[in-house]
C-alpha cells in the first residue's frame, strides 16, 4: 500500500525566513510520481509541481524548490524568503503511473499548515 | 489547466436530506475525479466518474450513499444522500492535467457542505 507521511503539522515562521516542509512517501512500485499542492485559507487547491520516480533531479521555481530523493524516499518542498502570501496547507501526494486502473488516486498526506507572519 | 467550476461553493443541510452537487470543466476529459476533505483532514478519493459506464467507487465509498452521474464528458454531478454530521465536508472535483496518465489533477474549488 501507499503511504504518504508530512510529520509536520503546524509551521510558524516570520516573513523572509526559509522554511523546508517535509514529505515522506512508501511504495512498493518504482514508477510513481510525486507532487505538491497548496490550499490556501480560500480552499482551493493550486498544483505546484510534479516530479516522476525517473528524474531526482532537483527543481527550483522562483522561491520555491523542491529536493527529491528516492535514497530517503523524500520529496521536501523549501520555500526561500517567504511572504505572507505563503500561508496555507500545503499537501504532498503520491500516485502510482497505472496505466488504467485507479489513475486518478492520489495519495495525499495530511498536510503541513504554514503560517507566515509578517 | 482546465477550468473546474462546482456548485453549490458552500451549503447547509439538514440531517437526512440529500445534495447535489455540479461540477462542469471547460474542455472535455475522459475522467473526472470526485474527493473527499473532512474537517483539518487530507483529501480522499470518493470515485471515478466515467463518460458512459458506471462510476468506480473506491473502498469506503458506495453508490447508494454518493451517486454520481456523468452525462457527457465535460460534466459530473455527485450526490450525497441522506446526510448525517459526518458528511460535514469539502467535496472536491479533478480532472487530469495534460499528462493524463496518473499525473497530476486540477480541482475545482470544492463545495463546502455542513450538515446540521
Known amino acids: 500500500a501507499q503511504k504518504v507521511t508530512q510529520a509536520q503539522t503546524e509551521i510558524s515562521v516570520v516573513e523572509k525566513e526559509d522554511v523546508t516542509l517535509d514529505c515522506v512517501y512508501e511504495?512498493?512500485?518504482?514508477?510513481?510520481?510525486l507532487f505538491w499542492y497548496k490550499q490556501p485559507p480560500s480552499g482551493e487547491l493550486v498544483f505546484l509541481i510534479r516530479?516522476?520516480?525517473?528524474?531526482?533531479q532537483n527543481e527550483i521555481s522562483g522561491r520555491y524548490s523542491w529536493n527529491f530523493q528516492k535514497s530517503t524516499s523524500s520529496f521536501n518542498f523549501t520555500i526561500t524568503a517567504s511572504q505572507v502570501v505563503d500561508s496555507a496547507v500545503y499537501f504532498c501526494a503520491l500516485s502510482l503511473m497505472n496505466y488504467g486502473g485507479s489513475q486518478g488516486n492520489l495519495i495525499f498526506g495530511k498536510g503541513t499548515k504554514l503560517s507566515v507572519k509578517p | 489547466s482546465a477550468v473546474i467550476s462546482q456548485k453549490p461553493s458552500r451549503d447547509i443541510c439538514q440531517r437526512g436530506t440529500s445534495l447535489t452537487i455540479q461540477c462542469q470543466v471547460d474542455?472535455?476529459?475522459?475522467?473526472m475525479f470526485w474527493y473527499r476533505q473532512q474537517p483539518g483532514q487530507s483529501l480522499t478519493l470518493i470515485a471515478t466518474a466515467n463518460q458512459g459506464s458506471e462510476a468506480t467507487y473506491e473502498s469506503g465509498f458506495v453508490i447508494d450513499k454518493f451517486p454520481i452521474s456523468r452525462p457527457n464528458l465535460t460534466f459530473s454531478t455527485l450526490t450525497v444522500s441522506n446526510m448525517s454530521p459526518e458528511d460535514s465536508s469539502i467535496y472536491l472535483c479533478s480532472v487530469p492535467g495534460l499528462a493524463g496518465d496518473g499525473g497530476e489533477l486540477f480541482f475545482g474549488e470544492g463545495s463546502r457542505l455542513t450538515v446540521l
Open positions: 474542455s472535455q476529459v475522459t475522467m
Open positions: 516530479r516522476n520516480s525517473f528524474d531526482e
Open positions: 511504495t512498493r512500485d518504482t514508477t510513481y510520481y
